[in-house]
């Protein structure tokens, strides 16, 4: 997806600019087990933007998924840098998502397409408490964002 029309609504995405991978970090190390930290995965899901219906459409569908995720990005050729959006029916899959999108939005093609998410997700300790339905599903939206990153 791209248009200068769309890059209102990533610009309203504070995943990535605001709230930083680095606060995210700081936060978990903060949080004391995994019940707090679950409430603020979720917390950070309702960070995420509502995706307009237009886009809940088959080809930004994420397959893989225990639940319905969709997933769309623009792409800014003059600062070199991919912006992403990713919704949820599920409020944990959206915390999830923003954790992601924390990492990744606001980055270079390049560096999105580069970033071991498994390491994030090691430190965050955070597929130990998923079901392995769920953890499959994380790993298919982060190589959906990927693949599409190394695209561009």
Sequence with gaps: MTGVSEKALFQSNPLGSTTT???VR?????LDDWEERYGYVIDLGK???K??????IEDNYVHGCQSQVWFIHYFDPESNKLYLLVDSDAMIVRGLAAV?????SGKSPQDVAAFDMDKLFQDLDLLRHLSPT????????VQKIQTTA???
């Design 47 to 49: 960070q995420i933007p």
């Design 100 to 104: 992601v999108l924390t990492a990744l």
């Design 150 to 152: 190394a695209g561009l």
């Design 21 to 23: 991978l680095d606060e």
């Design 134 to 141: 769920r953890g499959n599903g994380l790993r298919s939206m």
């Design 26 to 30: 700081e936060n978990f190390e903060f």
């Design 51 to 56: 995706m307009p219906d237009q886009y809940r």
